[in-house]
């Protein structure tokens, strides 16, 4: 049995057991309906209001362009844009790149950052929109983090500005907003049947969160795996690693996570495991430690009587965090919004959840 195997049964176990068919809820996250609804949502809690505007420049026909500024002031404080569908020749991942860094000019005003968003979520066709599942939800939610993070910065230097801190603290941003979906006020700004208008069934949502619960062990161990062969593959270099091949690292990595299952040998993964290079060498590992941070602060979130809708938090994460850069060191950040220093509590609670 291989992981494509795994990931098949997962499926099905999933809609036997939880009786969700994430496939056939697609209808309820029409694309133009979740991109504002998910943006509304965290800008009335972080402080800042947006407008979508026609792009200034662009390199394809469906390219949108949005604009934020500050609630209180009106002050522009960036823009980024979305590029979210597949054509030949396009980047296969979801990403986010800045453009122009947020800094301190000469004359005091401050340079508004411009990013970008890349992604393939599935295209319209002539008889429906783009229609997203619930973990595409997440993506764009989670790449929307990183937006907000080069957005808004308040750094003076454009070296220290936005998402340009240590590598592993950079997915906090974005992770932690992922846990808005588990909100189904949130849900219900924009998840209606395209068609209909209907509703997005909420009962559904508490089955999804189950079934993430449900796998949650196996889905961390994957990662761990993950992380581990980025480590050990960056470590060639050590006389114990240099008679292996990179395949070989690979499937001692994966070992212990495929005990039941081995790696394909007829498969090349590494060769699109993309976060090999690009800025997140030896640093792979650092998506589960964020969850232990993110975890921890949305956690804030979930004992305030407002939930995720409390504005107060949401101020106070926009400065402690997002807007803080490489400013100081991310221990700081966290706990000058936590009141006290991080701990493992919150997300062990998420990972042992019962479904």
Known sequence: MFQADVDYYTDQLVQARYTVDTEALRVYFPENDVIPGMMQAVGEVMGFTFQEKTAPEG???????????DRPSGRLMGAFYLDLHPRPGKYMHFAEYSLIDGRRRDDGTYQAPVC????????????????????ELGTFIHEFGHVLHS???????????????????????????????????????????????????????????????????????????????????????????????????????????????????????????EHLFGGYDAGYYSYAWADVIAADIAGVFRESAAGFHDEGLGQRLRRSLYAQGNTREPDESIREFLGRDFNDQAFLQELFAAP
């Open 116 to 135: 970008v968003m890349v992604g393939n979520f599935p295209p319209p066709s002539l008889d429906r929109p783009s229609l997203w599942s619930y973990e």
């Open 59 to 69: 390199w394809v026909d469906d390219l949108r362009y949005f604009e934020l500024y």
């Open 151 to 273: 957005i808004l910065t308040e750094a003076e230097l454009s070296a220290l500005a936005g998402t340009s801190v240590p590598q592993d603290f950079v997915e906090v941003a974005s992770q932690v907003l992922e846990r808005w979906l588990e909100d189904p006020a949130v849900l219900q700004r924009f998840a209606h049947h395209y068609q209909s208008g209907e509703d997005f069934p909420m009962d559904k949502l508490q089955k999804i969160l189950a079934s993430q619960s449900a796998f949650i062990g196996h889905s961390y161990r994957r990662q761990i795996s993950f992380g581990l062969a980025d480590l050990h593959l960056h470590r060639l270099t050590d006389p114990a690693m240099m008679p292996k091949t990179p395949a070989a690292v690979y499937a001692m990595s994966n070992a212990d996570f495929s005990r039941y299952y081995p790696v394909d040998p007829d498969t090349g993964f590494l060769a699109s495991f």
